[in-house]
């Protein structure tokens, strides 16, 4: 099997915590069925070309998982207040896209609690929650409050912060080096913390959501591989978890490498 085109990421179905998750490498308009490729040899071999993601111009250097220049600075998808939801300004009338600010930002978000390596707070649009899970690599997840926009779950989720972490240890992600803890007890934990304003915002759920990865063994080291410092990467592929590949020598981040124009070869 061979394809060639713009590497886009991995984009992948949940199908329960009985399944592993189903994984797929998105090139161009194909999407590669992974989970029957396990344990085989994969090849990506990078072309020596990068188009934007967004515009499709060609670049010499991307910005935040694939996008040129222009479209890094003047598109809303790239502002700094998707990273920092606290600091949303779209009430003050300076969103870069009205639009986009409706459709993604005024809508319905949850704050949740999720378990990677360690357990982290964070936040995402309603009905997103399972593609955010599974791309952050969580093993366990759970909502623990809907808010009715994306800033004041930011604000909420900045207030946590200060209480438990709000970011992933990929290395132990990967590695499966989880420290197992009780998500509801932790949850009410939270809910200690809740300014009075966000109370009426709580959500309880009765249970959390599992997640298994298709992975055959497991990483003793991590190793992180790029096209940027080698043209080809091969190996047996022996997983895939959040966004990368897991081969025998290493790890490989497909959204860092957004916009590569890449061969993949099986």
Not at 116 to 135: A, C, Y
Not at 210 to 236: A, F, H, N, R, V
Not at 246 to 262: D, I, L, P, S, W
Request: hydrophobic share 35%.
């Amino acid at each position: 099997m061979e394809q060639t085109g713009k590497l886009l990421g991995l984009v992948h179905t949940y199908h329960g915590k009985d399944q592993p998750v189903d994984y797929f490498l998105h090139v161009e308009e194909e999407k590669i069925p992974l989970n029957e490729l396990l344990g085989q040899n994969l090849t990506i071999t990078y072309l020596g070309l990068k188009h934007c993601v967004a515009c499709g111009r060609k670049t010499n250097k991307t910005f935040n998982s694939g996008y040129c220049y222009p479209c890094f600075t003047n598109l809303a998808e790239n502002d700094l207040c998707i990273v920092k939801p606290h600091e949303c300004h779209y009430d003050q009338g300076t969103c870069r896209d009205a639009a986009f600010g409706e459709s993604y930002c005024m809508i319905p978000h949850y704050v949740y609690l999720a378990l990677s390596s360690d357990v982290k707070v964070g936040l995402t649009r309603k009905h997103n929650q399972l593609k955010r899970w599974v791309d952050q690599g969580a093993i366990r997840a759970i909502p623990i409050a809907e808010l009715p926009t994306r800033r004041m779950a930011g604000e909420l989720e900045f207030h946590l912060s200060k209480f438990m972490p709000d970011k992933t240890n990929w290395r132990k992600m990967l590695k499966g080096d989880v420290n197992e803890v009780d998500l509801l007890a932790l949850r009410d934990e939270a809910y200690a913390h809740f300014p009075e304003e966000f109370q009426a915002f709580k959500l309880r759920e009765d249970e959390w959501v599992d997640i298994t990865y298709p992975i055959l063994d497991s990483l003793d080291k991590i190793t992180s591989m790029s096209l940027d410092k080698q043209e080809e990467i091969s190996g047996k592929l022996i997983g895939a978890k959040a966004q990368y590949l897991m081969f025998e020598q290493g790890v490989f981040h497909t959204r860092k490498h957004a916009g590569y124009q890449v061969r993949i070869s099986v």
